[in-house]
């Protein structure tokens, strides 16, 4: 017996399409380029209209395989990446940044998990 699985429709994004547009961007460097550009009245703006929704956002990004995710729903999930790359600066930092002396926009992204490289 096989189950099937219902398929989730797209949530409504009504009143996030600004935060969507300016924080559903493709990349980790993209989405840190704007976490420090921004103020952080911009960056908890975004968090707080988004933090109430990600429950419904991951339910539904949760029906697809990571690769093969559509391409309506891709400003949400870049959307919801980029809550996590803004948590630290809303709960842990209380700023845009953590001022460790090191220039993060010249570290080597990681292209997969294993990079390392055989030795």
């Known amino acids: ?19 969507l547009a300016a924080w559903g961007l493709p990349t980790t460097e993209k989405r840190l380029v704007k ?27 949760n029906q697809f395989p990571l690769d093969a995710i559509p391409a309506e729903a891709h400003q949400i999930a870049w959307a919801t990446l980029a809550m996590c790359e803004v948590d630290n600066a809303i709960n842990k930092w209380h700023d845009t940044t953590l001022d460790t002396g090191i220039d993060i926009l010249r570290m080597i992204p990681k292209k997969n998990f294993p990079d390392r490289g055989q030795q």
């Open 35 to 61: 976490r420090l550009s921004s103020d952080m009245a911009e960056v908890r703006s975004f968090y707080d209209a988004m933090l109430s929704r990600l429950p419904e956002f991951i339910e539904y990004l």
């Open 1 to 19: 017996m096989t189950t099937a699985t219902a398929t989730r429709t797209r949530p409504a994004i009504a009143g996030l399409e600004n935060h």
